[in-house]
């Protein structure tokens, strides 16, 4: 009995100690989008694994208030603290939202469509039916009135085209980033990075009714395993995901981050020059616990923290609740809808919101 109530204490010890060690984590995690990237870049890479420090400070939160242990309030309240973070990655909006204006509404979706890749290693018979499923899919949404793709190599554009049929369209040759759309384009551009074709970021302005919307579409540099950014990107084969591969995208980081945070200056000194109403949509390859997300934000509007309902997350990852897909709006874009559905042919889900114009 002695024996069993020392190691009954040595495991309560070793849970509180974990607690405490975990609540310092999720701490750094819940401020890392307010140190810049130069300055904190372990706080940084910290952001990015905070719905996991979240999820495990709720295990053990609970089980310290079993034991009755008095740190338990100490926990507690890190979790309260981590709150306003975690509905940046779950949304909490289940009251909010509605269809009073659905009629007057636009729907624009973000879709990272990956080129396509997990049809492509397949053989040409299974090919041709996994491309008819994959065109069933995108029939599913056809309510899609603008359109942001990234990774949107040959065999995306041929897959849409047939589809869902846009009228307008903005792409360039070279440049694997798109806006579709239903509505007019009358104006259009290019944000160059200067980097690969498939990390850029095009912009067009739409006219809606009485009113002209410009569209921003980006692709933010991706993080890349071996710290080197290719001249070529390759739309063909599968894509594997190694825990060593995932080690080097941690370890360069911080790197790729300093990156995006440039390609986000060029973006928002492009938007400073409009006065239409803004929509910022597109892969931005950091999460909302990042510098980056703070930056790019600014006065801007997210679509999930609006509206968005359940679990934000944009991509497949062993990283739960990962979101690093966006659709965000000027004071003037007022959103009433969002909705994230996962595809079988990217590894990205596709996100869209429906929304108002309104000032």
């Known amino acids: 009995m ?169 792409t360039i040759e070279g440049k694997t980033v798109g806006i579709l759309s239903r509505y007019p384009i009358v104006n259009s551009g290019l944000v160059d990075f200067k980097s690969n074709i498939a990390n850029t970021c095009l912009w067009a302005d739409i006219v809606i009714d009485d009113d002209t919307l410009r569209c921003y579409s980006f692709h933010l540099e991706s993080n890349r395993h071996d710290g080197h950014v290719p001249d070529m990107i390759t739309q063909d084969g599968q894509e594997t995901k190694t825990l060593s591969m995932m080690i080097g995208i941690v370890k360069h980081y911080t790197q790729f981050s300093v990156k995006r945070f440039s390609q986000i200056q060029m973006i928002l000194n492009h938007v400073s020059n409009c006065d239409y109403p803004i929509l910022l949509c597109g892969d931005l390859n950091d999460t909302p616990q990042s510098y980056n997300y703070k930056t790019l934000m600014g006065n801007y509007k997210d679509a999930f923290l609006e509206v968005g309902k359940g679990s934000g997350q944009t991509i497949e990852s062993r990283v739960p609740l990962l979101r690093i897909d966006f659709i965000l709006g000027s004071s003037d874009i007022n959103f009433i809808d969002y909705k994230c559905d996962a595809s079988l042919y990217s590894d990205h889900y596709m996100i869209k919101s429906a929304f108002v114009i309104g000032r």
């Open 2 to 170: 002695k024996m069993w109530n020392t190691l009954t204490k040595a495991l309560a010890f070793f849970i509180v100690f974990l607690g405490i060690c975990n609540s310092v984590l999720l701490t750094l995690s819940v401020i890392s989008p307010h140190v810049p990237i130069d300055q904190g870049s372990i706080v940084s890479i910290l952001g990015l694994f905070f719905p996991i420090f979240f999820i495990v400070q709720i295990i053990i939160t609970s089980i310290v208030g079993l034991l009755k242990r008095k740190v338990f309030w100490f926990l507690f309240f890190i979790v309260i603290i981590s709150l306003p973070s975690f509905s940046k990655v779950y949304g909490f909006n289940f009251l909010s939202g509605g269809d009073d204006n659905i009629d007057k509404a636009v729907t624009v979706a973000s879709f990272n469509m990956q080129f396509s890749k997990p049809i492509s290693l397949l053989s040409e018979a299974e090919a041709e039916v996994q491309t008819e499923k994959f065109k069933q899919e995108l029939k599913g949404h056809n309510d899609i009135d603008i359109m942001s793709v990234q990774e949107y190599g040959w065999r995306s554009k041929a897959i849409i085209e047939s589809t869902l049929r846009y009228k307008y369209t903005h």
